[in-house]
Each structure stands twice: as C-alpha cells, then as structure tokens.
T-cell receptor, first 110, second 113 residues
Framework: LAKTTQPISMDSYEGQEVNITCSHNNIATNDYITWYQQFPSQGPRFIIQGYKTKVTNEVASLFIPADRKSSTLSLPRVSLSDTAVYYCLVGETNAGKSTFGDGTTLTVKP | DGGITQSPKYLFRKEGQNVTLSCEQNLNHDAMYWYRQDPGQGLRLIYYSQIVNDFQKGDIAEGYSVSREKKESFPLTVTSAQKNPTAFYLC????????????FGPGTRLTVL
C-alpha cells in the first residue's frame, strides 16, 4: 500500500487560493492519485484524479511532478463552503489497495 | 435518481446485540465497500466486494460480517464480537476494477449503549 502524508490542518481566507500537498514516496508505477472532500457527517465526494503533470476540472487542479512522489491539490478562490476535510489517496481503490488516512482539515475564514 | 442509500441514518443498539446496516445502490456498480469512521479520524476499510458472491477483508474486519448476494446490496453486520462498535459507517460503490471514483452513501451513525 502506498502511504500518504498530508498536513493535519490548514487555514485560509475567502477568495484565496489554497494548495494542499500530499507526499507519497512509495507510489507504484501504475498508481493514480485521487482526492476526495468530506463534510461533517457526510460521505466523501470525489474531487479530482490524475497520473502525472496537471489535471484541471471545474472545481480544482491537481499538480503532479515528474517523480510523482508528491501531489498538490489547488483550490482557486475558496469560499466558506470549502471548509471540509480533504483526503489524498494513492492506489487501486477497487482492490482495497488504497487508504484514506486522516486527511487535511481546511478551515476557510471570512 | 441513481445513487447509494444507507438506512437507517441513526441506529441505537444495546451492547451484545448484533445489528445489520443496509446499503443499496442502483448505479450498476460492480464493486462495493464498507468503511468505518471514528471522530476526527479518516476512513478505515472494513470489507469490500468486487463482484457478487465474493468479498474480501479490509484493514479492520474483525467483529464484522458481510454478504453480497445481489449486485445492488451489500449489508454489513456488526456482531457482538466487535469491541468498540460505536462509529459512523459509510458504504461506497464504484465501477469495475482499477482506479475508479467511489460514490458514497449518506452514512449510518451507530451508537451502542
């Protein structure tokens, strides 16, 4: 299993860009990197997934350097509703080969 | 509407009783999962199933049992052997194998008195 390390918590203010970095030094060649968002008392929700370089969708961007030993989730212009826990996963989720870890609690302040 | 349903949202049981948590999906997904979440912590995998009539233990399977008789359903039984059953339980499903997105249900909060 690829182990991931994320900061426990981060604070930001409305309108700022937030970057959350995840370390995954033992990522395997075939592994993808997936990020989820979870609000209190709800199930996590998929945000974005990537393998290398940069991926962008309507809510976030994911930056993956060439060595793939880390990844950065970028949330542009956050709002109060972006306050949540963000999880970085590496591995084949369908085979039970990736874990959620404890995630990063992002708090957005007015 | 397609999605995953879990019932009930809140469940109370006396210590020593077995309890079954329901999880149903109409997304036609092959794979289904059960996770446990304790306060302030991440999700831990209990069991997962990649296909009907087959399932595998996750990281914390002791004290739990599952069945997968139908593609749409993956019930979880919390047995009296589970020492600390009070937790938030989340069911998820995904297409096939590989790195596909997991879709989560709303969760069941189990409290054992």
């Amino acid at each position: 299993l690829a182990k991931t390390t994320q900061p426990i918590s981060m604070d930001s203010y409305e309108g700022q860009e937030v970057n959350i970095t995840c370390s995954h030094n033992n990522i395997a060649t075939n592994d993808y990197i997936t990020w989820y968002q979870q609000f209190p008392s709800q199930g996590p929700r998929f945000i974005i997934q990537g393998y290398k370089t940069k991926v962008t969708n309507e809510v976030a961007s994911l930056f993956i350097p060439a060595d793939r030993k880390s990844s950065t989730l970028s949330l542009p212009r956050v709002s109060l509703s972006d306050t949540a826990v963000y999880y970085c996963l590496v591995g084949e989720t369908n085979a039970g080969k990736s874990t959620f870890g404890d995630g990063t609690t992002l708090t957005v302040k007015p | 509407d397609g999605g995953i349903t879990q019932s009930p949202k809140y469940l109370f049981r006396k210590e020593g009783q077995n309890v079954t948590l329901s999880c149903e999906q109409n997304l036609n997904h092959d794979a289904m999962y059960w996770y446990r979440q304790d306060p302030g912590q991440g999700l831990r995998l209990i069991y997962y199933s990649q296909i009907v009539n087959d399932f595998q233990k996750g990281d914390i399977a002791e004290g739990y049992s599952v069945s997968r008789e139908k593609k749409e359903s993956f019930p979880l039984t919390v047995t009296s052997a589970q020492k600390n059953p009070t937790a938030f339980y989340l069911c998820a499903s995904s297409m096939g194998t590989g790195y596909n997105e997991q879709f989560f249900g709303p969760g069941t909060r189990l409290t054992v008195l």
